[in-house]
């Protein structure tokens, strides 16, 4: 099913246009606006009016929509590959049946805020990294040759003494 074509729109029509296509439809397939007419009427304006709601859900999320426009837009087939051949080939039973399109996997690995985010995920890791590498050096250049158990029981031994005194 092309969403595009359930609402009488282009694949570069904006969220306004798809909202105006939305209302009018929706108005037209309604299943209330049907509940009198006969039974074969009433459950194909109930069947469009769900095409229609699932189009509109779908091309008004940015993200859906760039994933439905790379699923639908035909590729050409590289060099020495028949139409047929490479569409069965991208296509197989292994690919759908785990639900497999790298060509999405891609288009989100590339995305900008995934990006960022990994950025910002590496600087926290990177900082978490230096934080404990500098804490090991200011034990090891305060405590030169003592184990953090042996520095423990120092500490202990100097609280002892004090209250002693």
Known sequence: MDHYKVLGLTKNASKSE????FRKLALKFHPDRHCQSPKPIRDDAARQFKHISEAYHLLT???KRAEYNLRSTPRRPTHGQTQTHYYSHRHSRADSKLGLDFDVAIKF????AFLLNLAFACFLFGGAVVV???ADALWKMQNSGKSFEETMEAMDNHRKQKEKS
């Open 61 to 63: 999320d940015d993200r």
């Open 132 to 134: 404990e590498r500098s």
């Open 109 to 112: 690995l590339t995305t900008r």
């Open 18 to 21: 798809i909202k105006d296509a």
